[in-house]
Structure formats: structure tokens, C-alpha cells
Antibody, heavy 116, light 108 residues
Framework: EVQLVETGGGLIKPGGSLRLSCAASGLTVSGNFMSWVRQAPGKGLEWVSIMYSGGSTYYADSVKGRFVISRDNSKNTLYLQMNNLKVEDTAVYYC??????????WGQGTLVIVSS | EIVLTQSPATLSLSPGERATLSCRASQSVSNFLAWYQQKPGQAPRLLIYDASARATGIPARFSGSGSGTDFTLTISSLEPEDFALYYCQQRNNWPSWTFGQGTKVEVK
């Protein structure tokens, strides 16, 4: 059974940094296509970033240059380093995978609130 | 960026009725479209991918159709657990995936 567990969310001031983690079981992060998708409160879904199994990374324009996706194969964990956070980054952040184009498995999400 | 427009915003139906949800793309996405269901406080669940293929474990009452710019998700006979939010998502313009704004299926 695939399980994705996100942690690391919280309240942060604008301009601050936060690192989210997604611990996976039932699949290998390094062998799959793992994404971050976010959902602002009461709003729709927004794809944020993806790491391909080969290591290539891609970002939504809204976070390019501020967010960095990475993984630790030994811990089977995906990360999202979020820098220079803005109020509009406030959202539930989901980890999802394992296909490159559709999101079969999702974690329960972790809430990030950016507020002064 | 490909924009997906879902209609209607809200669909008010009774259990047992047929639900028809629409998703229109701003440009052709071929058949590279998926549908997700989301219930309050839960993560989305993949229902349909490649416009008409049901994901693992999805009941046969859910079906998808369409290609190009116009797509439909049909729930043949609504069960109580089907009242939820539904999103479409395109993969044609990768690596930039976009979602529609959602359709809420509520109890009439």
C-alpha cells in the first residue's frame, strides 16, 4: 500500500523560509515522478513542482526561483524548500505521484500559512 | 498556459440521478485529461485519466468522455458518497499541469 506523509508546515512570516517533507512508503521516490500540488484555503488545485525519476525538476512560474524540490533516496523522502515566502503561498501542500502526468496517490497535506 | 473552465460551478441533484460535469480547455489537450474527486478535509482522488480510462478501484458509474477541448465526466446514478468537489486536470502542456476551478455536486 502506498502512503505519502507530508510534514513541515506551519506559520511563517512573509520573506521567511520553510522546508516541507514527504515520507513515502510502498513506492520509491527515486524511481518515480513525484510532485507537489497546493490548494489555497477554499480554492482550487495548483501544481507547484515535479521531480522526475531521472532527477530533472520543473516548477510553476509562480514559484520559480523561490522553491526547490529535492529528494533523499536513503530516506525515501521528497522535499520542498520554500524561500522568500509570500502571503499568496498560503495553502495546503500535497505530495503526489508516481506518474509523470497524473496524480494517482496523494498525501494528507500540510498547511503553510504565510502571515505577518 | 492552458486554462480549463468547468461548468456548472454547482450541480444540485438527488441520489440516484445522473450527473454530467463539463470541462472545456482553452486549446486542444488531445485526450490528455483527468478527473479528480475531493471531499472536505481530504486529498483529491484520481477517478479518470486520458479522458476515459478509469483509475484503479473506481466504480463503473463514473465515466469520462471527450477529446480536444470539450470533456465530460458522467456519474450514472449518484450514490450518497459521490456528493463532493470534482476537478479536471490537463497534461498536454507538460511540464505545466493545470486544473479547472472545480464543480461542486451537492444534494438537492
Amino acid at each position: 500500500e502506498v502512503q505519502l506523509v507530508e510534514t513541515g508546515g506551519g506559520l511563517i512570516k512573509p520573506g521567511g523560509s520553510l522546508r516541507l517533507s514527504c515520507a513515502a512508503s510502498g513506492l520509491t521516490v527515486s524511481g518515480n515522478f513525484m510532485s507537489w500540488v497546493r490548494q489555497a484555503p477554499g480554492k482550487g488545485l495548483e501544481w507547484v513542482s515535479i521531480m522526475y525519476s531521472g532527477g530533472s525538476t520543473y516548477y510553476a512560474d509562480s514559484v520559480k526561483g523561490r522553491f526547490v524540490i529535492s529528494r533523499d533516496n536513503s530516506k525515501n523522502t521528497l522535499y520542498l524548500q520554500m524561500n522568500n515566502l509570500k502571503v499568496e503561498d498560503t495553502a495546503v501542500y500535497y505530495c503526489a505521484g508516481p506518474r509523470p502526468h497524473y496524480f494517482d496517490y496523494w498525501g494528507q497535506g500540510t498547511l503553510v500559512i504565510v502571515s505577518s | 498556459e492552458i486554462v480549463l473552465t468547468q461548468s456548472p460551478a454547482t450541480l444540485s441533484l438527488s441520489p440516484g440521478e445522473r450527473a454530467t460535469l463539463s470541462c472545456r480547455a482553452s486549446q486542444s489537450v488531445s485526450n490528455f485529461l483527468a478527473w479528480y474527486q475531493q471531499k472536505p478535509g481530504q486529498a483529491p482522488r484520481l477517478l479518470i485519466y486520458d479522458a476515459s480510462a478509469r483509475a484503479t478501484g473506481i466504480p463503473a458509474r463514473f465515466s469520462g468522455s471527450g477529446s480536444g477541448t470539450d470533456f465530460t465526466l458522467t456519474i450514472s446514478s449518484l450514490e450518497p458518497e459521490d456528493f463532493a468537489l470534482y476537478y479536471c486536470q490537463q497534461r498536454n502542456n507538460w511540464p505545466s499541469w493545470t486544473f479547472g476551478q472545480g464543480t461542486k455536486v451537492e444534494v438537492k
